[in-house]
C-alpha cells in the first residue's frame, strides 16, 4: 500500500512538472482572448493603499478591451520597488502604459527607463521626480500637505527599518475623504505600509523626460499639496493634465471614470 500511494504521488509530481514549463511557454501575464490588440494597461498603487485601489478603474479599462495587471508595490524603497516592477513588466509582450498612484510615480519613472514598449506614463496624484528628489522633498516643497499629522506612531522591523501607517481613525479625511465611508474604513484596515527609508530615498529615474506623460489628480488631495501637482505636471510638459475637482488624494477609487478616460487617452497617443 505505501509503495502504491508512493507511485502515485511521484506520478503526479512528474505530471505537474511536465505542465509547468508548457504553461509558461504558452500563457502571457496579460491578455484579452478574442480582442483586437490594445496596449497593456499596467497599474502601480502606493503608500497607505494596495492594489484592490484600482479595482473600479480596472475593471472599466477590461470592458473596452485592454489586458490590465495592477502591481502589488513592496512599499520598501525606490530603488526596490523599482527594480521589482521593471521585472514584472519586462516580463509583459507589446506595447505598455505604466500608470503610477502616488508614491508609485515614483516607481515608475524608473522602471520605464531602458523599455522601449512602453508608450506612455500615466501620473494619478503622483509624484514624478527629478534625480535626487525625494517624496517627503516634493511633498513639503509647497504648503497644503497634512499627512504628517495623521500617523500613526512608526512600527519598527526586525531589521531596525520602520513602517508608517496612516491611524486608522484619521485614514478618510485624510486619505479617501470623498470616498463611502464604510469603503473608506476598509481601505484604512487593509492600508499598505510604506517604509520611512522609501519616502526619503532620492529618485534615479524620470522617465518622463523621454516619454509622454499625462497627469489626473483631485483638487482637494491632502497628500500631496495641489501646488505641487501642478508643479510636477508643468514641469514634465505633460500632453495632457485632469484637475478632478474636489477628489481626494485616491482619486482613481472615487473617480475612475475621469482616471480610466485619462490613461485610455495615453494608451491612444502617437
Request: charged share 15%; aromatic share 6%.
Given at each position: 500500500?505505501?509503495?502504491?500511494?508512493?507511485?502515485?504521488?511521484?506520478?503526479?509530481?512528474?505530471?505537474?512538472?511536465?505542465?509547468?514549463?508548457?504553461?509558461?511557454?504558452?500563457?502571457p501575464?496579460?491578455s484579452?482572448?478574442?480582442?483586437?490588440?490594445?496596449?497593456?494597461?499596467?497599474?502601480?498603487?502606493?503608500a497607505?493603499?494596495?492594489?484592490?485601489?484600482?479595482?473600479?478603474?480596472a475593471?472599466?479599462?477590461?470592458?473596452?478591451?485592454?489586458?490590465?495587471l495592477?502591481?502589488?508595490?513592496?512599499?520598501?524603497?525606490?530603488?526596490?520597488?523599482?527594480?521589482?516592477?521593471?521585472s514584472v513588466?519586462?516580463?509583459i509582450?507589446?506595447?505598455l502604459?505604466l500608470?503610477?498612484?502616488?508614491?508609485?510615480?515614483?516607481?515608475?519613472?524608473?522602471?520605464?527607463?531602458?523599455?522601449?514598449?512602453?508608450k506612455?506614463?500615466?501620473y494619478?496624484?503622483?509624484?514624478?521626480p527629478?534625480p535626487?528628489?525625494?517624496?517627503?522633498?516634493?511633498?513639503?516643497?509647497?504648503?497644503g500637505?497634512?499627512?504628517?499629522?495623521?500617523?500613526?506612531?512608526?512600527?519598527?522591523?526586525?531589521?531596525g527599518?520602520?513602517?508608517?501607517?496612516?491611524?486608522?481613525?484619521?485614514?478618510?479625511?485624510?486619505?479617501?475623504a470623498?470616498?463611502?465611508?464604510?469603503?473608506?474604513?476598509?481601505?484604512?484596515?487593509?492600508?499598505?505600509p510604506?517604509t520611512i527609508?522609501?519616502?526619503n530615498?532620492?529618485s534615479?529615474?524620470a522617465?518622463?523626460?523621454?516619454?509622454p506623460?499625462?497627469?489626473?489628480?483631485?483638487?482637494a488631495?491632502?497628500n500631496?499639496?495641489l501646488e505641487?501637482?501642478?508643479?510636477?505636471?508643468?514641469?514634465?510638459?505633460?500632453?495632457?493634465?485632469?484637475?478632478?475637482?474636489?477628489?481626494?488624494h485616491?482619486?482613481?477609487?472615487?473617480?475612475?471614470?475621469?482616471?480610466?478616460?485619462?490613461?485610455?487617452?495615453?494608451?491612444?497617443s502617437?
Amino acid at each position: 500500500m505505501i509503495a502504491k500511494k508512493l507511485l502515485i504521488s511521484l506520478a503526479a509530481s512528474a505530471s505537474f512538472a511536465a505542465v509547468l514549463p508548457l504553461a509558461h511557454a504558452e500563457a502571457p501575464i496579460t491578455s484579452i482572448p478574442g480582442t483586437i490588440a490594445k496596449p497593456t494597461v499596467v497599474l502601480v498603487h502606493g503608500a497607505f493603499a494596495d492594489s484592490s485601489s484600482w479595482d473600479g478603474v480596472a475593471q472599466r479599462l477590461t470592458a473596452k478591451g485592454y489586458p490590465v495587471l495592477s502591481v502589488a508595490n513592496p512599499l520598501r524603497g525606490v530603488a526596490n520597488d523599482a527594480q521589482y516592477a521593471a521585472s514584472v513588466v519586462g516580463a509583459i509582450k507589446g506595447p505598455l502604459v505604466l500608470v503610477g498612484h502616488s508614491y508609485g510615480g515614483m516607481v515608475i519613472s524608473k522602471a520605464a527607463e531602458n523599455n522601449p514598449q512602453v508608450k506612455a506614463l500615466v501620473y494619478v496624484a503622483a509624484f514624478a521626480p527629478e534625480p535626487g528628489e525625494t517624496v517627503a522633498g516634493l511633498a513639503g516643497k509647497f504648503p497644503g500637505g497634512t499627512l504628517g499629522d495623521t500617523l500613526a506612531d512608526p512600527v519598527t522591523l526586525a531589521d531596525g527599518s520602520k513602517d508608517l501607517y496612516i491611524s486608522q481613525d484619521k485614514f478618510a479625511q485624510q486619505f479617501a475623504a470623498d470616498v463611502p465611508p464604510r469603503q473608506a474604513a476598509l481601505m484604512a484596515a487593509g492600508q499598505r505600509p510604506v517604509t520611512i527609508a522609501a519616502l526619503n530615498e532620492v529618485s534615479n529615474g524620470a522617465a518622463w523626460k523621454q516619454l509622454p506623460s499625462y497627469f489626473v489628480y483631485g483638487t482637494a488631495d491632502k497628500n500631496i499639496p495641489l501646488e505641487a501637482l501642478r508643479f510636477m505636471a508643468k514641469r514634465a510638459n505633460a500632453k495632457d493634465v485632469i484637475e478632478v475637482k474636489g477628489a481626494s488624494h485616491v482619486v482613481m477609487v472615487s473617480r475612475p471614470d475621469a482616471v480610466a478616460n485619462v490613461i485610455e487617452e495615453a494608451a491612444g497617443s502617437k
